[in-house]
């Protein structure tokens, strides 16, 4: 479910560098909530998502998902 959503929403931003950011704080927040539910803490939920947010919204090609229309 959080991989569906942090690819969905990574595609965010026109350009590349835009997608990373946009996915990169996204995944950091999930990380942030997740890391703490599950004991992992908070700090390190948040690298490990923003991590995979910023390298998923990287990889987004903008025409793939366009939550605009």
């Known amino acids: ?25 996204i995944g950091a927040g999930g990380g942030a909530i997740l890391g703490a539910v599950t004991g992992m803490g908070a700090g390190t939920g948040a690298l490990i998502g923003g991590a995979a947010g910023a390298v ?6 903008k025409n793939q998902i366009n939550l605009g229309n």
């Open 56 to 61: 998923t919204g990287a990889a987004t090609n």
């Open 1 to 25: 479910m959080l991989t569906g959503s942090l690819t969905a929403l990574a595609g965010c931003g026109d350009t590349t560098g835009q997608r990373a950011l946009s996915g990169g704080a």
